[in-house]
């Protein structure tokens, strides 16, 4: 995992210091809070519906376990004893004072972390596969270009008030793990014929209002390119991405409406006078930042564990939750394991200060003392011995984090919604409460198998709902909270937006209307096809027909909303 | 209307001014408004209208606003003691690619100041895009905003101010935290 070198102690230093006295005029009045406002948000720092929210930046999702004890540190010292993980791979805390945030930001800069740039119209914290370096479908460990990236745009004097917010995801794998095709900008490593390593580059991807899937504007880009190829990018869009109208303002906006190929030709103007110029990457910088990356010291290993294969066929809710939660490994004898954050009755997402701490500790017994954080709100031990699965199964077990639901339905992405945000149209936590509670059946969700539900408060989309294979999206009506469904969308190599299927349906007829998507599809579906698949075979038509065929009688209420 | 700041800060210290800008009022045109004596910044749009009048006035300064581009200017460089670039309001960031463009793309040598919204805790990014000069916004406490400019005493990629990123500039070495 990287490590701050000086220079990277002196400017985060150096930023909790400019924070402190940002706070300190704030306070004494020097700063307006409209000039405030947006200086906090580049420090992560949000206005919520109950208190301010300070989002910290998880650098394409890996930690360390004295950064998860910082975590569980914050939560008891300055929240409410538990933080919330996002689609961004970063950690949220809800009920933050102001007066105590540059303190935190000192206490983070301890463990090497901050929250530069996690909000306002910047490039945000890099994203990307929360399996990099340990898949089996690796081509090339995106790690050290991601890290090479966050520090290119950390503080970048020309880019800090773009039009808008802008994401960069970055991918190795043959799969897709980042949700590139929904950001900014997409990389997605490849070799060319010749054996060089580069990056397929794709812009104007992004969800919200508008959702759009990107388009690639350079199939081959050599890596010593990136940092120059990006700035011209970068720079094409804060001349001409539309200030006017925030809903707008985004990249996609500007690369839809003059046309992908325009766009590119653009770029390449402006590239043509900084390609080669200093920025341009060399190998000793590479290798100065990839040497952080390295693999950890494992040992040879056969390829299957004789223990760990007895277990499996002995004990079937350690094979459950194998089946689901870990994950191949490159190196034999070793597995990725995911843990599972979409316990029914917690907040997706959601973790105590305890279970930080336990996590901490956990990573330092089995994995090297890494984690990493996953878009679909779960954690990951990335380097496990197959011989102390079972072990390590039966103590996060007791923790309550190993729900076998990983890629299941109960393994919601949601956002935060009405509970905690202030821009929500509806709750959302309930909702994904209510259909885990539906659906809690382990047996039951194996047999429905992948299934992606994902749920957004409002159309910013912070729950992915428009790629989730169902997608739920908090409209308002007439003061009332509604609920919008679509199916059909899909993250990864094949990403599609999903298709609304018809009027939004009030809180308590949600699980109802997720159990008539289920019907169909499990009438209809063929041997082994996903829930995705058949939906792409059959279209919307039988699904929306079912599920508004006959009213949806409310004789279960669901959730807090139950009672209102 | 004419406005004139008595104090700018300009090659990091706070300095007398004796440049006015030209703003237009309503009821003003490019080709009709009144140029006054002295040291002016015109607009852009003035400039344009009026480049046979004013070719050979010197000392002469311009100011683009956010949304004008360094390639309109580009070839009457040598024309101006001053170029301003106009923040409307300081989240308007075109003004940094504006900025950029006219150093490194054009190569303009001379003195280029932000005016506007300009307030401390983006100074520091101005100068770094190549900003040498500042006119504070007028209820801002210039001195303090001065304070802007040593924000950070590191930075990690290349712009104006630093022509070689990090990685090119130092030895980066592992540091264990005491
Ligand atoms: C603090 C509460 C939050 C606020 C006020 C907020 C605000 C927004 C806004 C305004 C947008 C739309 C931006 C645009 O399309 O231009 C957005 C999009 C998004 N936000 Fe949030 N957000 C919040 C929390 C979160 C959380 C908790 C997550 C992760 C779980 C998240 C992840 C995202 C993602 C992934 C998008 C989609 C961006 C895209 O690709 O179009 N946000 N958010
Ligand atoms: S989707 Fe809407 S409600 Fe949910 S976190 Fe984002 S802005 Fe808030």
């Not at chain 2, 932000?114 to 900003?131: K, N, T």
Request: hydrophobic share 40%; proline share 4%.
């Amino acid at each position: 995992m990287y490590r701050y070198d000086q220079y990277d102690h002196q400017i985060v230093k150096e930023r909790v210091a400019q924070y402190r006295d940002q706070v300190r005029r704030r306070l004494s009045n020097e700063l307006a809070e409209d000039e405030f406002r947006i200086l906090r948000l580049q420090n992560g720092l949000y206005m919520q519906r109950h208190a301010y929210m300070l989002r910290i930046a998880v650098p394409y999702g890996l930690l360390s376990a004295p950064q998860v004890r910082k975590f569980a540190h914050i939560a008891r010292k300055y929240d409410r004893g538990y933080g919330h993980f996002t689609t961004r791979q970063n950690i949220q805390f809800n009920w933050i004072k102001l007066e105590e945030s540059p303190d935190i930001l000192a206490e983070l800069a301890t463990v090497e972390m901050h929250a530069i740039q996690t909000s306002g119209n910047c490039i945000r914290n890099i994203t990307s596969d929360e399996l990099a370096g340990v898949a089996a479908d690796e081509v090339i460990d995106p790690r050290p270009y991601a890290e090479i990236l966050r520090e290119w745009s950390t503080f970048h004097p020309e880019f800090a008030y773009l039009p808008r917010k802008f994401k960069i995801a970055i991918n190795g794998s043959e799969e897709d793990r980042a949700a590139t095709a929904v950001h900014d900008i997409g990389l997605a490593m490849a070799r060319n014929p010749a054996g060089d390593i580069g990056f397929r580059v794709m812009v104007g991807g992004g969800m919200g209002r508008t959702p759009i899937i990107g388009s690639v504007i350079r199939e081959f880009l050599p890596w010593q390119h990136a940092l120059t190829y990006l700035e011209a990018i970068l720079r094409v869009y804060n001349q001409h991405g539309r200030r006017d109208n925030i809903y707008k303002a985004r990249i996609k906006i500007l690369v839809k409406a003059i046309g992908a190929e325009e766009f590119a030709r653009q770029v390449e103007a402006e590239w043509i006078d900084i390609k080669d110029g200093p920025g341009t990457l060399t190998v000793e910088e590479l290798q100065r930042v990839a040497q952080y990356f390295t693999a950890p010291a494992y040992e040879t290993l056969p390829a299957t564990d004789t223990g760990f294969e007895t277990r499996k066929a002995e004990d079937k809710a350690f094979a459950n939750w194998i089946k689901r939660n870990v994950k191949a490994h490159k190196v034999a004898g070793y597995a990725a394991v995911i843990l599972s954050l979409k316990k029914t009755g917690v907040p997706p997402g959601d973790l105590t200060a305890d279970q930080l701490d336990f996590v901490a500790d956990l990573s330092e017994r089995y994995s090297f003392g890494e984690v990493r954080v996953t878009h679909e709100q779960n954690l990951v031990l990335a380097d496990v011995k197959q011989s102390e699965l079972f072990a390590l199964w039966q103590e996060a077990k007791a923790q309550g984090l190993a729900t076998p639901n990983i890629g299941l339905l109960t393994d919601i992405i949601c956002c935060p919604g009405g509970d905690f945000c202030s821009l929500a149209n509806a709750k959302s936590i309930p909702i994904a409460q209510a259909i885990a509670e539906k659906f809690d059946n382990i047996d039951f969700q194996h047999d429905i198998g992948d299934i992606e539900l994902n749920i957004s408060g409002c159309i910013n989309a912070c729950g992915h709902h428009h790629i989730g294979n169902i997608g739920i999206l908090g409209v308002d009506k007439d003061g009332a909270e509604w609920y919008q469904v679509s199916i059909g969308g899909a993250q990864g190599n094949n990403t599609s937006i999903g298709k609304i299927i018809g009027p939004s349906f009030s809180a308590h007829q949600m699980p109802a209307v997720i159990e008539r998507l289920l019907d169909v599809y499990v009438k209809q579906r063929t041997e082994d096809e996903r829930f995705i698949d058949t939906v792409q075979r059959i279209g919307v038509a039988p699904f929306k027909e079912f599920v508004y065929a006959t009213p949806i009688l409310l004789d279960q209420p669901h959730g807090e909303d139950a009672c209102v | 209307m004419p406005v004139s700041n008595s104090e700018i800060i300009k090659n990091r210290a706070v300095v007398a001014d004796d440049w006015t800008v030209l703003r237009l009022s309503e009821g003003d045109t490019a080709d009709s408004v009144t140029i006054p004596a002295g040291k002016v910044i015109l607009p852009l749009a003035v400039w344009q209208a009026r480049r046979t009048e004013l070719q050979g006035r010197t000392p002469l300064g311009v100011w683009l606003n956010s949304d004008a581009q360094a390639d309109a200017i580009k070839d009457d460089l040598e024309q101006f003691e001053v170029i301003g670039i106009n923040f409307p309001i300081f989240t308007d960031g075109r003004g940094y690619s504006i900025a950029f463009n006219l150093r490194t793309r054009y190569g303009y040598a001379g003195e280029l100041r932000a005016i506007g919204d300009v307030l401390r805790d983006q100074l520091f990014y101005m100068q770094r895009v190549g900003f040498n000069a500042f006119a504070v916004r007028a209820d801002k406490n210039i001195h303090d905003a001065l304070k802007g400019l040593t924000d950070f005493s590191e930075k990690y990629q290349a712009s104006w101010d630093e022509k070689t990123p990090l990685f090119r500039r130092v030895q980066r070495q592992p540091v264990t935290q005491d």
